[in-house]
């Protein structure tokens, strides 16, 4: 079992996200006054609208401009419990600052994550027990999965007075928020201290180490029905699988990573060494391609990113690719992978072949064409490189979802429940985040565990014949 006071200290030192910069610093109190006056207050705010949460935002940044940092951090963190860590991980360019009233007049939106991220830290670093949970209920809840979404799930269920018990299968828990985000965008030890922050809301225990299974056989095991029985209600929050093989000749073997376990390691493990590594190439053109090279290339490597399709096309946000260019890396456009190249077992180069999306290649789909977006015939090149990072998605970690009658998956093996209340089809089995929307950003897993715990809560006070649920606990 792992306690609050000892997750800061779990990530040992001497880790490479040591040596990033963040690429927004905290502010200091007179430049988030500055800021936060240049904002117009406005009435039906676009910035809210744009919020998975639906934070206040100009009520919050009225409050840091009239000194009331505490009153800011309590309008973010009722509807945001992870609000610091949104505050730096998420993509403002595309959600809340994205549609802030400025960006039309040509002018610098609002710095609305640095701000919300400076309200948390200044209040909690003064009162930390900002938020008060509700006398306790009686009820229990397992959370499996220690990612965003269980984490607040269990922070608003602890917050009403119920306990709230997750369960990690891994030692480090925070999932995404821990391993997964950019260096210089949040390190993992801020990430533990905010989920020390939440442990600390209410009655909620940690087990780290314990892996949810359909059949317990081992030392560190607990069943699905054994949570069943044991509690009055189970939320899912299962996150994502591994990394997407190319399924390429040379893919095995030491130089080929999948680009989250590498950002996993840099994040997390101090014996990763890359003062080899000179080249390399990412292959993919979503946000995790576009992390791993703007971290590579800011480690001073020389990096190519590989996409097989326009730059048009790409899933990954502009502005992070504008980044990962800034700091060195660049892209190469409608080129698949078709093999990595080894000398004496060591990578030397990943051969790339243009694609029939690029310029000049068969019509998609046409006779005796490949696939859309596929090699297409003898236009080959070979790129240099000591490293190929595979970024083209995650595999499902969902399987054990099966475990629990009535839970069933999508065709994609996401799981399936009600948007309006996260339920599953087990009326007592709730699930939210990454294994139900494929995979998107922190403030969606927050938002759909926001949802799931407001329906628990309903459900657990209907069966107890108790008070009907009221807004979120504040503050005295």
């Avoid at 609305?112 to 009686?138: F, K, Y």
């Avoid at 018990?165 to 391993?179: A, D, K, Q, W």
Wanted: hydrophobic share 40%; glycine share 14%; charged share 25%.
């Amino acid at each position: 079992m792992t306690r609050a006071p000892s997750l800061s200290s779990i990530l040992p030192p001497g880790r490479i996200e040591e040596r990033f910069e963040d690429k927004d610093p905290l502010y200091t109190e007179a430049e988030a006054v500055a800021e936060a006056n240049r904002c117009l207050y406005c009435v039906d705010a676009p910035c809210v609208r744009a919020c998975p949460t639906a934070i206040d935002i100009p009520s919050f940044i009225r409050k840091i401009a009239t000194g009331s940092v505490k009153g800011a951090a309590r309008t973010i963190l009722t509807a945001n419990l992870l609000g610091k860590s949104c505050g730096q991980a998420c993509p403002v360019e595309v959600l809340c600052a994205g549609d802030c009233v400025y960006n039309a007049w040509g002018r610098e939106p609002i710095a609305i994550g640095r701000l919300q991220r400076h309200a948390v830290e200044a209040a909690l670093s003064r009162d930390p027990g900002l938020l008060r949970a509700r006398p306790p209920t009686g009820r229990r809840v397992a959370l499996v999965g220690a990612g965003p979404a269980s984490v607040a799930a269990a922070g608003y269920l602890a917050l009403e007075g119920h306990s709230a018990v997750i369960f990690e299968r891994r030692s480090i828990p925070g999932g995404l928020n821990t391993l997964g985000i950019a260096p210089y965008k949040m390190k993992g030890r801020e990430a533990l201290r905010e989920i020390e922050w939440v442990l600390s809301l209410g009655d909620i225990e940690l087990r780290a180490g314990v892996a949810v299974v359909e059949q317990a056989a081992a030392p560190g095991e607990i069943s699905a029905r054994e949570l069943l029985e044991g509690y009055d209600a189970v939320f899912l929050g299962l996150g994502l699988g591994g990394d997407a093989r190319l399924g390429i000749p040379g893919e095995d073997g030491e130089g080929v990573v999948g680009a989250t376990a590498l950002i996993e390691r840099l994040k997390a493990d101090p014996r990763l060494d890359l003062a080899g590594v000179r080249r390399a190439v990412v292959v993919g053109g979503g946000n995790t391609a576009l992390d791993v090279a703007h971290e590579l290339a800011a480690l001073g490597i020389d990096v190519a990113i590989v996409y097989r399709r326009s730059e048009a096309e790409m899933s990954g946000y502009a502005h992070e690719l504008e980044g990962a260019r800034i700091a060195g890396a660049r892209l190469i456009e409608n080129r698949a992978p078709v093999e990595v190249v080894r000398e004496a077992g060591r990578v030397v180069g990943l051969r790339i072949a243009a694609t029939d999306a690029g310029p000049g290649g068969p019509a998609p789909g046409g006779p005796g064409g490949p696939a859309p977006g596929g090699p297409a015939p003898a236009v080959e090149e070979l790129l240099p490189a000591d490293l190929v990072a595979v970024a083209i998605g995650q595999s499902r970690a969902t399987r054990v979802a099966l475990a629990f009658d009535g839970v069933a998956l999508d065709e994609r093996g996401r799981v399936l429940v009600d948007p309006a209340t996260h339920r599953t089809g087990n009326p007592r089995v709730y699930s939210g985040g990454d294994c139900v929307n494929g995979g998107m950003e922190v403030v969606n897993a927050v938002a759909e565990a926001k949802i799931a715990a407001r329906a628990m809560h309903e459900a657990l006070t209907r069966q107890a014949g108790g008070r009907a649920p009221g807004p979120p606990p504040r503050g005295s």
